[in-house]
C-alpha cells in the first residue's frame, strides 16, 4: 500500500504527475492497453454472483500466495519495482490469466526509484532524529544551513500558497502533516523559495513511509516525529542544518491488464491490485492478497463469462512508488475509453493478520477525511458491504485518504471503491470486540517489513474477502445499476 495522501489534491498531482514523469522518464510511455471491443455475446447467467462466490475460495488464493512467496524467495526476497521477483511477478500472472482464457496485455511504462545514502539534521546544534521522504531531492553536499521558519500547525498547514506569506527567502520550514500529500507541501515551500522542509507528524511516532509521490519542483524534505516537531514548533529563527543525500532513478516497469472477451466493451466493470512489493521484504499481505484475491476471481470468472458488461482485471506496477503504474494508466486513457469505465474497484491488503473490515466510504457517510467518491461511489460502497455481510461480518467504511491505486481513477470522475483490512492503524478497542483481534496493536504488524510473510496471512479475512469480492465482481459484471452512465 503507497502513501499519497487525501483525494482532494489527486487532480493537481495528476496534472503535476504529467510533467514530471515526463521529465523522468527516458522514453515516452506507451499508450494504455484496452483491449479491443468484442464482438462475442454471451445469454447472462443471473445466478453467476453466487456461483462465483461458490468457485472462488480463500484456499485457491493461499495457492497464489505460496507462488508469490516462492517468487520472492528465489529472488532476494521482494518483488520490488525493477527487480527479477517482479518480473518472475508478472509473468506468473499473465501466465495464469492467459491459460484461463483471457487476452493479457503487459504495457510497459517508465518509473523512478528512490534511496537513501545520508540523512544528518541539527536544530540549534542539537543532533535531532529525521527521516527522509520518498523521492526528496538531495540538499548540496554540505548541507542547507538556514533560520527555521514556522507555519501553523494546523490540519492544512502548508497546502495553499497563502500559507507561506512571510517566510524569508532561503528558510528552513516546520510543515504539520495533514489533509494535502506532502508533495503539495514541498512544492509549495519551493514556490515560496524556501530552502527545505521539514514535515513533522501529527500522530505519536516516526514519520515514516512518506513520500513526495511525482511532484515536481519539490525541496529537501525530511520528517520529524510528533514530539521532536511539537518542540521545534517553539524555535522559529532558530539555525536548523539539514543534510540529505538521495539518489531517484527511472526503472522500466509492467501493468497486467486483461478483459473478458464477452459483456459490453462499452460499459467495463474494473478492478486492480498492485502487484510489486517494498524493497524490505516479499509482501505477502501488501499485496499479494489483494494480488491473489483479484486473480482467483479473474480465473473463477473465465476469461468468456455469461455477462452483461465486460470486466478488466489490472495488476499495477510501482505502487510502493506513488501510485505509479494506475496513474500512467488512467493519464493514457482517451476520454472515449475513459468514459467506457463504469467503475474500479481496489484490493489493497485484504488479509492482515489483526484484520478489520473496511470498504472504502464512497457516500463520505463517516465524516472523515477526504470526502464521497464520484457519484456512483456510495453503490459500489453499499454493494462491497453487503457482501462482506454475506460473507458472515459487518463492515465499516474506511477514508479515501489516496494511499492506493483507486486515487487516480477518482481523481478521473470513475466511482470507485474496494476492500482494505488495515495496515500500521492500531486496532480500537470497539473493533476489537465486533472483529476480534487485539485492540492496540496494528492490524498488520509486518507492513511493509521483511516478516510480510505467507505465515502473515489470515486466512480466515482473506476467505471472506474473497467472498466479498467475488459477489461483487458478480453483481457489477450482470447490473451497473446505482451507477451513473
Known sequence: MGLLRTRTALLRILVAAAAGLAAACSAPAPAPSTPAP????APTAPDLPGRL???????????????????????????????????????????TLRDAGYTVDTPEFDA????VQDVRLTVGGALTAATVLEFSPSTPPGGVTAPLAVLTQDETSGCEAADF??????????IRRGTCPFGVKS???AAARAAAVLVANNADGALDQATLGDVPGTL?????????GDAVAGGAGTPVTLVLATTIDVK????????????????VVMAGAHLDSVPAGPGINDNGSGTATLLETAVRLGGAPAVTNAVRFAFWGAEEEGLIGSTRYVMGLSEADRLKIALYLNLDMVASPNAAYLAYDGDNSDNVGAGPGPEGSATVERVLLDQLAAAGVAGEGTDFDGRSDYGPFIAAGIPAGGLFT?????KTAEQAQKWGGTAGQPDDPCYHQACDRVDNIDRTALDRNVDAFAGTIGRFALSTDGIPA
Not at 488495515?422 to 492500531?426: C, N, Q, R, T
Open 252 to 267: 522500466r516497469s509492467r501493468n497486467v491488464i486483461a478483459q473478458t472477451t464477452t459483456g459490453n466493451p462499452d460499459n
Open 422 to 426: 488495515g495496515a500500521e492503524e492500531p
Open 220 to 228: 529537501p524534505t525530511a520528517g520529524l516525529s510528533k514530539s521532536d
Open 165 to 174: 506569506a512571510g517566510v524569508p527567502a532561503g528558510a528552513v520550514v516546520l
Open 112 to 115: 523512478r526509484s528512490f534511496s
Open 187 to 189: 512544492a509549495n515551500a
Open 53 to 95: 462466490v461458490a468457485a472462488a475460495t480463500g484456499d485457491g488464493a493461499f495457492r497464489h500466495l505460496e507462488e508469490l512467496q516462492r517468487i520472492a524467495d528465489a529472488n532476494g526476497g521482494n518483488r520490488a519495482l525493477g527487480t527479477p521477483g517482479y518480473d518472475a511477478s508478472v509473468e506468473y500472472v499473465a501466465r
Open 38 to 41: 468484442s464482438a462475442t455475446v
